[in-house]
């Protein structure tokens, strides 16, 4: 090793076991941690009032993301994704946004397609002729597609062991008439 990096070794080495290079330290990872806890209260005046002030800190070394997926507030609805593809012969074929589907791999990915499919009309048009192409062979005619949002409430487990009704909703989300052209 070179002389210099032994030296630089040893004035770290002797800050870190000083009694300033352990304040100094301990301080900023009380900073860190308060800034993590700060930046992940529930909404409320105070995570308000905390935010801009702790944002200098919190934005360029990264302490500013959100843990609430980690948080015991489980996800309350399931959303299906159902295309339906109208053939020229009249036959309708069916698409569903579940897993062992054609086209669907890495899992977790398909969730991200669709939470954006769902939350942004300009990319549901892409979407249904994505799957007009994943169920058809190019000689065939489809003449008509549409996408509705299947969306099922989930229950607590012990509301579901006492056989609550899962409250559901369906919404139409996209249709096109298909011309010619795919």
Known sequence: MADGDDNERGVQQRFEESRLGKRVISGLLAIA??????WNLPESPIKRA????LAPVAVP????QGWAMYAPDPTRRADTIEVQVKMADGEIRTWT????QPGIGWWDR?????????????????????VVRQVTEPNERPVAVQMTLHTETL?????QE?????????????????????
């Open 97 to 100: 946004s579940q897993p062992g």
């Open 61 to 64: 070394t990264g302490l500013d």
């Open 33 to 38: 941690l308060l800034v993590c806890v700060a």
């Open 110 to 130: 398909w969730l991200g397609v669709r939470y954006w499919v769902v939350l942004d009309a300009n990319l549901r048009p892409q979407f249904a002729h994505w």
């Open 162 to 182: 006492r056989g609550s009704r899962r409250p559901t909703a369906t919404k139409l989300i996209y249709q096109e008439q298909l011309g010619e052209a795919r």
């Open 50 to 53: 905390l935010q801009p002030v």
């Open 155 to 159: 229950q607590p487990p012990a509301d």
